[in-house]
């Protein structure tokens, strides 16, 4: 019952409204930095009440039901991810064993549901951008996975999520510690790809391939495409929080310092987004194999040693 | 129908122009005149967008695909020429290559003229396009 709700309540709804003042911050952000006004406050929302209200173009040599039911798919996992970080976050203690590992499955299948949109709309351009995607999938779920690993091994081995939090409310956040910091970088250029943006926006290379796996969207599809992205912007975010920086314990000033840390990460994003070019795939997959993985694996033996 | 006026996505089509247009145009985007104010987004795919500006003159090769873009875009939406040759051919009005205007080939909403128009002409067009179109939405109720 109390999953019901947090799923309707927080899950669905609080996600997807952060989430469209998140992306909203986001592009404020960039026109602030490029000398730039900016959209108004509700532009995301507008954006979205306008998609749902066009019309849905369905090309003819698409695959029809995977076509469509690829963006469903994406929002649904999505959803999923933010009621099991809420249900941590809310009250410990209340969730399975192994949500960790659901999660970053879960948070998986976005990037596979814009790989599965692209190639089933039959655009050239779309199957170039999906098979970019996949590369990239590829490339950020070693170092990924290895990050996280290593929160899991500082918290004394803990795979649920509500456990991690249990450590950080007793010992302080992870971050604080050296491999907690290493991991926090290799994170934080994860998630820059799990969302798309701008150093590693390959596969939706606007000037290059027109927005790549979603160029023959249109209408509510797309729409449910630009909610899941924006809902994105909320959700990692707050699973980096949630397994580096201590959550976001909801009770007087430790609330609003919470919302202190979303808005830094967000920033922070926005940042690395603004003041990078574009890499080509190969030259991302590199970063990630190489670099980034070589960090993980340091942090990890840091995390054994107990640094 | 409201919210498609306050979230414009622009979709720029150029059929054989000089590219002087083009450029007048992408300086709307540049941080001097931002459109981005008005939640207007240049798009980079047809099925995305809302109001497709025509730049050039029509060629005879272009005006196929000018028929077919505007199929591909989601209704409801919007067209806007810019610049003397997609307004009235221009200079190129006695060409054996530019049988006919823009607006005798696709429905035309809002006309820019110049050669080029400035950026804020460009602006001030669209913005006449939203009021007219408002307009319209109170008459019809």
């Known amino acids: 019952m109390s999953y019901l709700i947090v799923f309707l309540v927080f899950g669905s709804f609080l996600t997807a409204v952060a989430g469209m003042l998140a992306s909203w911050v986001d592009r404020k952000v960039t026109a602030r930095v490029q000398y730039r006004v900016g959209p108004p406050l509700l532009q995301p929302f507008i954006d979205l009440v306008k998609l749902s209200g066009k019309e849905l173009l369905i090309p003819q040599t698409a695959a029809r039901t995977t076509f469509l039911l690829a963006p469903v798919m994406g929002l649904s996992s999505v959803i999923l991810v933010s009621t099991l970080l809420w249900m941590n976050d809310l009250n410990f203690g209340q969730t399975f064993l192994g949500d960790l590992i659901a999660v970053i499955y879960l948070l998986m299948i976005p990037s596979i549901s814009i790989m599965m949109g692209g190639f089933a709309s039959g655009n050239p351009l779309a199957s170039l951008g999906a098979s970019r995607e996949m590369k990239l999938v590829l490339s950020y779920e070693l170092p990924f996975v290895l990050a996280v690993m290593v929160a899991v091994i500082k918290s004394g081995y803990a795979i649920r999520i509500s456990d991690i939090l249990m450590f950080q409310a007793r010992h302080g956040a992870i971050i604080g510690s050296l491999s907690g910091f290493l991991a926090f970088l290799v994170v934080i250029f994860c998630v820059q790809a799990k969302l798309g943006l701008v150093p590693f926006d390959m596969p939706e290379a606007e000037t290059e391939i027109v927005s790549g796996p979603l160029i023959e969207y249109s209408g509510p599809a797309l729409g449910i495409y630009k909610l899941m992205k924006n809902m994105l912007l909320f959700v990692l975010p707050f699973f980096v929080m949630v397994l580096f920086l201590g959550g976001w314990p909801f009770n007087g000033v430790s609330g609003f310092w919470g919302l202190l840390k979303y808005i830094g990460l967000v920033a922070l994003i926005t940042v690395i987004r603004n003041t990078n070019a574009r890499l080509r795939i190969d030259q991302a997959m590199r970063f990630f194999w190489g670099t980034l993985t070589g960090l993980a694996v340091i942090a990890i033996l840091l995390a054994f040693m107990g640094k | ?141």
């Open chain 2, 1 to 141: 129908m409201q919210a498609l006026l306050k979230s414009p996505w622009i979709f720029h089509m150029s059929t054989g122009s000089c590219n002087n247009c083009d450029i007048e145009f992408l300086d709307c985007l540049t941080p001097r005149f931002d459109v981005e104010r008005f939640g207007m987004l240049l798009a980079g795919s047809i099925k995305h967008a809302d109001i497709l500006l025509v730049t050039g003159a029509a060629t005879r090769q272009c005006i196929p695909k000018i028929k077919r873009v505007y199929e591909q875009m989601p209704k409801p939406c919007f067209v806007v020429a810019i610049g003397e040759c997609s307004l009235s051919r221009g200079l190129y009005i006695q060409s054996y290559n530019c049988p006919m205007p823009v607006d005798k080939i696709i429905p035309v909403d809002v006309y820019i003229p110049g050669c080029p128009p400035k950026p804020e002409a460009i602006i001030a067009g669209i913005m006449k396009l939203i009021d007219k179109a408002e307009e319209q939405m109170k008459q019809n109720g």
